[in-house]
């Protein structure tokens, strides 16, 4: 795909890796659809994507609503014209141990904390990529849908609900990848594996060190690495139905 003038929606655009793919993608030409449900943080990477001389819209919405996202993948090839691509960054954590004994008493993880993570990460990314898939083949463009998955998806402690949901967004990646290719849609997922974010800066000094020890390389991933990775699946147009990690090596 050429990056200069195709419109790529991003959800999740408003900080962290989605503002970061925003920025890239915009560096390279291309316009952006940013989707988020923080839009006072849309408006920042508005902002920086607007004075990189490139038409990015906002567009505030909750990704677990079906009719919300319907609506807005609607809007989105009415304001642009067209969609080429859909990056499925969104997703939230509420970690915590499946069953916990504490004092001779156990506590459980609710169903409420399950499915939150559940709702937002799996079912908003399946219905973005359905309605993004929708636009691409009644506009009969070629397209790419890209789903950030993690190395958690092989199992992590504390993250039932995280590695089953960045497991799922993988496996749905793939299967997209295989079935929207007759209609010239790519799909891939990208795992990354621990990336320097707020949360990991404000970390003590001994267990970011016990951290990046477990790391091969023995440093965490930048966002901008992360983007130049989205930006490479979109410009290869024989990469398809895969997963590719960036990960620095680790394995949880």
Partial sequence: MELKN???????????????????????????????????????????CNMLGVKALTYCIDITNEQQVTKIFSDI??????????????????????????????????????????????????LCGREAAVQMINSGRKGVIINISSVARAGNIGQSNYAASKAAVATLAVTWGKELARYGIRSVAIAPGVIETDMTRQMKPEARERLERMIPIGRMGQADE??????????????????????????M
Avoid: C, P
């Fill in 77 to 126: 090839v009415t304001d642009f014209g067209q969609l080429d691509g859909l990056i499925n960054n969104a997703g939230i954590l509420r970690d915590g141990l499946l069953v916990k004994v504490k004092d001779g008493q156990i506590s459980k993880m609710s169903l409420e904390q399950f499915n939150s993570v559940l709702d937002v990460n799996l079912t908003g990314t399946f």
């Fill in 226 to 251: 992360i983007a130049h990775t989205v930006k490479f699946i979109l410009e290869n147009e024989y990469v398809n139905a895969r997963v590719i990690e960036v990960d620095g090596g680790v394995y």
């Fill in 6 to 48: 195709s419109v790529v929606a991003i959800t999740g655009a408003g900080r962290g890796l989605g503002q970061m793919m925003a920025i890239t993608l915009a560096q390279a030409g291309a316009e952006l659809a940013l989707v988020d449900v923080d839009n006072t943080s849309l408006q920042e990477t508005k902002t920086q």
